[in-house]
T-cell receptor
């Protein structure tokens, strides 16, 4: 079974803090994704990566950056957290057209 | 621009009743179509997908979906729902199997005992 894990299920941070969300997949997938999920808006793509050290902006990259130094790990970075980044963050990896999701990190920025 | 519409934000169904969740998309060619389910506190799980071929697709947990090109729809169905089906359901569309997906806003399914 494909497993995608995310470093935290719940996270509370202060405005202005630098926040790291980590995602690890164990199936050697080349493609990985970061989404945020907000009620009524579905999933919106923040960044994706086709391979190590490669990244592409998604629909809402502002305020975020990513890092992919190893194939299995894809990190999302909030450079200076703001209250409007309070959301559920979902990581996924892809193979054969199917995306496999982690359990999500619910981030609250106070 | 491509878009995906799930017209129902919430649907309430009695346990044992049939279910149909609607999904419409806007795209010029035949897209790649997906339904995912998100149970409370869980990540998203793929229910079924359509790439080509038979337009009636069978998925896991007793779900099926039918691709109707003329209606630009990919509706999800289940003949008899169980309380464990209470979840949020997302339709997603891609231009090919390796392209990023466009997601609907989701439909929350509530099951009445």
């Amino acid at each position: 079974d494909v497993k995608v894990t995310q470093s935290s299920r719940y996270l509370v941070k202060r405005t202005g803090e630098k926040v790291f969300l980590e995602c690890v997949q164990d199936m050697d997938h080349e493609n990985m994704f970061w989404y945020r999920q907000d009620p009524g808006l579905g999933l919106r793509l923040i960044y994706f990566s086709y391979d190590v050290k490669m990244k592409e902006k998604g629909d809402i990259p502002e305020g975020y950056s990513v890092s992919r130094e190893k194939k299995e790990r894809f990190s999302l970075i909030l450079e200076s957290a703001s209250t409007n980044q309070t959301s559920m963050y979902l990581c996924a990896s892809r193979a054969g057209g199917e995306q496999f999701f982690g359990p999500g990190t619910r981030l609250t920025v106070l | 621009a491509q878009s995906v519409t799930q017209p129902d934000i919430h649907i309430t169904v009695s346990e044992g009743a049939s279910l149909e969740l609607r999904c419409n998309y806007s795209y010029g060619a035949t897209p790649y179509l997906f339904w995912y389910v998100q149970s409370p506190g869980q990540g998203l799980q793929l229910l079924l997908k359509y790439f080509s071929g038979d337009t009636l697709v069978q998925g896991i947990k007793g779900f099926e979906a039918e691709f109707k090109r003329s209606q630009s729809s990919f509706n999800l169905r289940k003949p008899s729902v169980h309380w464990s089906d209470a979840a949020e359901y997302f339709c997603a569309v891609g231009m090919d199997s390796n392209y990023q997906l466009i997601w609907g806003a989701g439909t929350k399914l509530i099951i009445k005992p």
